[in-house]
């Protein structure tokens, strides 16, 4: 009989403790992500992943609450806002706050990146190398950036002397490129870009082949100059507000930073992936694809070579190391361009 009750007594037992052990509403950590990206853009959906990588591997003990398109804050705002805890997360542009970030503003430069995935690695590995202290106010999960910058314009350009004039929106070092070329840079998010091309308040943009499909620049802008030897990128940030870096767990912690290990790769095949589907979506819109006549290409290199020193001597002016940034940065280069 007392063998009987004990048994009876563990059976009662089992569910009680499994209540017990059973997640809370309470305990699940909330946390908002601001995209600045379109909800349809494809680097938008490899955050969406992300997100869900985290929520699986901590068994929904995390839930990320995603705001693309700047619905939360605007682009140019995203940095400031995880700072302050408007978003736990935000994912834009550094260039999108220029001069706040001189050191990552070098792999910006125009030193003929050849693909995403080679542009996103050495965005990760430099900003390691190098340790930026205007990053030290939030934790940098990780970082991502575009194929090379290539000039869209509405009407054809085949050399220097068709751009002198022409106002082309560009962000950030990619400004200086524009005005090296003999245009006039116009600053501007690139969700605004579209409307501006299309009302005429800009002649064309400067930026990755893949913004034709994935901002739907191919319906306003009808010719592309293929010029990758002045290939520059736009490093992108996914920053965490550090009070509540600082309240996740240590096993939390770990599954953010494994996943965000993770994605540098998925982010970096992302961009070649979409430098490909924009290239054949202009196409299909009949658009022109102009590959600069190797006298002219040579021209254009050559306008551009200032911008790097111009960038070593303002940064060393502050005190910081610019030559470092930028022997660094062609190491790198030429390290991803071997494998």
């Not at 950030?172 to 870009?193: F, R, Y």
Request: one cysteine or more; glycine letters at 8%.
């Amino acid at each position: 009989m007392k063998k009987l009750v004990a048994i009876l007594l563990v059976v009662l037992a089992v569910p009680a403790i499994f209540l017990s052990c059973k997640k809370k509403p309470g305990d699940v950590i909330m946390l908002n992500y601001s995209i600045f990206f379109p909800p349809t853009h494809g680097q938008c959906k490899a955050g969406e992943l992300w997100a869900k990588e985290i929520e699986d591997k901590t068994d929904g003990r995390v839930k990320i609450n995603i705001y693309p398109g700047g619905t939360l804050v605007k682009a140019e705002d995203t940095f400031t806002g995880v700072e302050k805890g408007v978003s736990d997360i935000g994912m834009s542009c550094f260039a999108y706050t220029r001069g706040r970030f001189p050191i990552m503003e070098a792999v910006d430069l125009p030193l003929g990146y050849p693909d995403g995935k080679t542009a996103t690695k050495v965005a990760n590995e430099f900003y390691k190398a190098m340790k930026p202290k205007a990053l030290d106010s939030v934790k940098v999960l990780l970082i991502h950036a575009h194929g090379p910058g290539l000039l869209h314009s509405v009407k054809p350009l085949k050399t220097l002397a068709d751009l002198k004039g022409l106002k082309i929106r560009s962000t950030g070092l990619s400004s200086k490129i524009v005005k090296a070329l003999g245009a006039i840079p116009v600053a501007m998010p690139q969700p605004e870009t579209y409307e501006a091309v299309q009302k005429g308040v800009v002649d064309g943009t400067f930026g990755p082949i893949e913004t034709l499909k994935g901002w739907k620049h191919a319906e306003v802008i009808k010719n592309t100059t293929d010029c990758p030897d002045i290939g520059y990128t736009t490093a992108m940030f996914v920053v965490m507000n550090k009070a509540k870096w600082d309240m996740l767990p240590d096993d939390v912690k770990k599954v953010f930073e494994d996943v965000s290990a993770e994605w540098v790769d998925v982010h970096g095949k992302k961009w070649d992936e979409l430098d490909g589907e924009g290239r054949s979506y202009t196409k299909e819109k009949g658009n022109t694809i102009i590959k600069l006549a190797p006298e002219e290409n040579a021209k254009w290199v050559a306008a551009v070579q200032g911008i790097i020193n111009d960038y070593i001597k303002e940064v060393k002016a502050k005190g910081l190391p610019g030559d470092k940034a930028v022997a660094e940065l062609k190491k790198l280069i030429a390290e991803y361009r071997k494998k």
